[in-house]
């Protein structure tokens, strides 16, 4: 009798043990997915590439500790924006700086990118005519740095070289 004393708590306790969370369901096909490429690994996004909507294009490029950007806006008429110079990331929120005060914020959900709904004035100076960068939103084509960088406005100069 006194041995089976001893071993009822020990059952007892040993029924209580936690057992560990089940995963949250299609976690498995999910992962599944991204270790074969048929989907992109959220984690492991990055900027660089090359975006684009109908004749749009933009340019992210993310070098030696600094990150690229380049865009041209074409409306056609000569009506247009192009723009050059850096962005910082913090999260799903970007920062956009194409100097000389034309400087505003974007959001990035790992393939599109969309530009705030209002820019400041002194970003006027990048586009002709009635043209403006606000509110452009663009999809991601490709990673490619190479893609990226072959990237060029519509007189020739690279965007984010």
């Given at each position: ?103 505003f914020d ?52 690279p965007l984010?070289?």
């Amino acid at each position: 009798m006194k041995a089976w004393a001893a071993l009822v708590p020990a059952l007892l306790l040993a029924g209580c043990s936690p057992e560990p969370a089940p995963a949250p369901p299609g976690t498995g096909l999910e992962d599944a997915a991204i270790e074969r490429g048929v989907i992109r690994d959220p984690a492991a996004r990055t900027l660089t590439g090359l975006y684009a909507r109908e004749g749009d294009r933009l340019c992210v490029i993310e070098r030696g500790g600094a990150t690229r950007i380049g865009t041209f806006i074409d409306y056609g008429n000569g009506i247009g924006c192009t723009g050059r110079g850096g962005v910082t990331q913090t999260g799903e929120r970007l920062r956009i700086d194409f100097g000389r005060g034309c400087a505003f914020d974007a959001a990035f959900d790992g393939d599109h990118l969309r530009f705030a709904g209002t820019v400041p004035a002194a970003c006027e100076m990048l586009c002709t005519r009635r043209a403006s960068l606000a509110g452009i939103a663009m999809e991601r084509l490709s990673d490619s740095v190479s893609e990226a960088e072959a990237l060029r406005d519509p007189r020739g100069k690279p965007l984010c070289g």
